[in-house]
């Protein structure tokens, strides 16, 4: 019998890449948010990640009557006290762009020096059912922002980011590397043992 686990979100870069890093996964359907148009998700107001992870996790099954998985994750400098942290997607303002955010970004850190550089993305993964939270995981990835943008695939910061040990940004690096490596894979892989018992 196959279950139907839903990614509680909208963005299209982020079902992807949730797609292709759970493809291994047998006995379960991937949807999203976006089979359920007329849902609408909780305000993130959570002061971290795994605040806001819950959140959605919780709100969306509840609501849904489904399995939920829920992420929140963003990009953190702790030369700039952890930001953009949980406002990497809204750095620039509530309604910026991943350019804006980048390019704030970047002035941001003008006047940093190379070891001053390092950041790390962070994703928090929360799985819940209509009853509450079944395991919620944490996933780093650790690496260094660099002073101009580079690569044309990824998203968000991606184009500034590069992983520790690797000489293209996560822009540059084809989708199939970038998840094999990334935040989010990290977090993935600890909450296939769960996954895979339902």
Known sequence: MRTEIVIASNNLHKI???RAILKSVINIDITSLLNFPDYTPPEELGATFEENAKLKAEHAAKTLGKWVIADDSGLVVPALK??????SRRYAGNDATDSENRKKLLKEMKALNEMQRDAY???FLVLANPEGIKKSVRGVCEGTIIQEEKGCYGFGYDSIFRKHEYNDTFAQLEDSIKNRISHRKKAVEKILPTLETI
Request: aromatic share 16%.
């Open 16 to 18: 992807r890449e949730f």
């Open 82 to 87: 952890g930001d953009p942290g949980v406002r």
């Open 121 to 123: 993305y962070e994703c």
